[in-house]
């Protein structure tokens, strides 16, 4: 049980474009999901916490312009990365969490390059 | 100075150690902890949930919780080649906000 399924798992694009994340979790409902950012090599860099119905928490640094997240759904949450850069070339997993007494379960992450 | 320090390996082992990972961490009022394997360019997998101190078992793995010492730990047993990966450890509070704080991860390798 617990499954959480990120999609698309690999994307290119070029610079400027707008690029749609999407996160489900399959087999339970997700009152909370999270984004991160992971660097190579690195940890995770949480970007932001959303609750189902309710306007992301984003973390100092993360610009709320530039990643758009939607928890429109008890299953269902979506990070926008929107004009993409160069920069932003990164890999981008979501987690999501039935309770407060339970834990997070990660989706398999996205790999976003941008040309 | 950070609220979970991990030891930051790297750690090679052969086939069939004990393999012993360890965290620390500052805050006292984290409730519930966690260990995740984490494999190259893949989300991380939930291996062991704990919210008491004590031990837990779950096959090859026992997680341990010293909550007076601010100490926790994986270990493995009779590890395999396919436990090499990144083990992070992950900590929370009991509150709304209910965040997770991880550790910077141990990445681990067991040479056959």
């Known amino acids: 049980g617990a499954v959480v399924s990120q999609h698309p798992s690999w994307v290119i694009c070029k610079s400027g474009t707008s690029v749609k994340i999407e996160c489900r979790s399959l087999?339970?409902?997700?009152?909370?999901m999270f984004w991160y950012r992971q660097f190579p090599k690195q940890s995770l860099m949480l970007m932001a916490t959303s609750n189902e119905g309710s306007k992301a928490t984003y973390e100092q640094g993360v610009e709320k312009d530039k990643f758009l997240i939607n928890h429109a759904s008890l299953t269902l949450s979506t990070l926008t990365v929107t004009s993409a850069h160069p920069e932003d070339s990164s890999f981008y997993i979501c987690?999501?969490?039935?309770?407060?007494?339970?834990?997070?379960?990660f989706g398999d992450g996205t790999r976003l390059s941008i040309l | 100075q950070k609220e979970v320090e991990q030891d930051p390996g790297p750690l090679s082992v052969p086939e069939g150690a004990i393999v012993s990972l360890n965290c620390t961490y500052s805050n006292s009022a984290f409730q519930y902890f966690m260990w995740y394997r984490q494999y190259s360019r893949k989300g991380p997998e939930l291996l062991m949930y704990t919210y008491s101190s004590g031990n837990k078992e779950d096959g090859r793995f026992t997680a341990q919780v010293d909550k007076s010492s601010k100490y926790i730990s994986l270990f493995i047993r009779d590890s395999q080649p396919s436990d090499s990966a990144t083990y992070l450890c992950a900590m929370n509070l009991n509150t709304n906000a209910g965040k997770s704080t991880f550790g910077d991860g141990t990445t681990l390798t067991v040479k056959p």
């Open positions: 087999d339970f409902q997700a009152t909370t």
């Open positions: 987690s999501a969490r039935e309770s407060l007494s339970l834990p997070q379960h």
